[in-house]
């Protein structure tokens, strides 16, 4: 491909109108379009970034190489197919799609069609990221929080959905085995859905991981620690930086132990996963993150659902006097 990729953003609202910024500041790209049902919201993501306004995404599949996709998860799936049967590349921002079977006849079509599949988990991207992984060794215990105050945005869907998805990705990767179990409980307070969450994950190497998301808390927190044998490694991404902690001596004397610090330049994730997401495209390579690659991701996070689901039935709904443990 020698001119540069033609590409649209379909849905524009405050993520998509982002998606719109980055892949119009990308060189190789051109954003010959933006769509949203909404032509207000359309036509100033447009005049902001120099492309034209649409309101319908069929008319333009003949126009482009590839789409970026931000419309509400609901319907995730059903716009991403006919973009993929059309025979164009797609970016879908996470969680790729609402259920397995969604996902696995994604994966299908781009896999038949030879098509680029890429699904938004930005940390992906992080330096952060993959300066833990290559400190990992064998994991015995990880632990990630991510806390945010309530900001409206990701209210159609759960936090876990929402927000811990992101961490799942990281503790999947981490933990490098099959899920084996998971304990779940998680609360709506502010929306319909569960706003605080909290997972315990066993995998079947016994790795164990702790992950709690929360979108109604004052602060922001967003650290991950992993332990291992002979080292703990401590993450903060609000700060950007990370510390190793290792034993230091064997034998009689007394233990000890080194930590290196680590800091990170802010790194702008967006910017990184668009201009990803075009040389994909360009080069006919695999995309950073494919959708095969976050199906167990999606696996996980439909599991905790499904169990929150459960318990709130059995502890909250059918008992209004019920107290929160103290852990909340």
């Known amino acids: 491909m020698s001119d ?5 953003v379909v849905g524009v609202g405050y993520f998509g109108n982002l998606h719109a910024q980055k892949f119009a500041a990308c060189q190789e790209a051109d954003l010959i379009a933006v769509c949203d049902t909404d032509p207000d919201r359309a036509a100033t993501a447009a005049q902001s970034h120099n492309s034209r306004a649409v309101a319908d995404f069929r008319d333009i599949i003949d126009e482009v190489d590839a789409v970026s996709i931000v419309v509400p998860t609901t319907a995730h799936f059903e716009v991403a197919r006919i973009f993929l049967e059309a025979g164009k590349d797609v970016l879908i921002e996470k969680p790729i799609c609402e259920t397995l079977e969604q996902c696995d006849a994604l994966i299908e079509i781009a896999r038949a069609k030879d098509l680029i599949l890429q699904v938004g988990h930005l940390e992906r991207f992080s330096p952060a990221i993959k300066a833990i992984k290559e400190e990992v060794g064998v994991p015995g215990y990880i632990e990630s929080a991510r806390i945010s105050p309530f900001r409206g945005r990701g209210a159609d869907t759960t936090v876990i959905l929402d927000m811990m998805i992101h961490d799942l990705d990281h503790v999947v990767s981490i933990a490098g085995a099959p899920l084996e179990s998971i304990d779940a409980v998680g609360v709506p307070v502010a929306t319909p859905e569960e706003d605080i969450a909290n997972a315990r994950l066993r995998f079947a190497n016994g790795c164990v991981a702790t992950v709690t998301a929360s979108r109604i808390s004052w602060g922001i927190k967003r650290n991950l620690r992993v332990f291992q044998r002979d080292a703990y ?16 001596g064997t034998g009689d004397g007394p233990m000890t132990f080194s930590a290196e610090e680590k800091t990170f330049d802010q790194v702008d994730l967006l910017q990184l996963q668009a201009d990803a997401f075009v040389k994909s495209v360009r080069d006919r390579t695999p995309p950073i993150v494919s959708g095969a690659d976050v199906r167990p991701v999606l696996e996980a996070a439909l599991l905790i659902t499904n169990q929150l689901r459960t318990w709130r039935s059995n502890v909250l709904d059918n008992n209004t006097t019920a107290t929160l443990p103290s852990r909340w």
């Open 233 to 248: 490694i401590v993450a903060d991404f609000a700060e950007n930086k990370m510390v190793v902690m290792r034993k230091v």
């Open 4 to 8: 540069k990729v033609k590409v649209a």
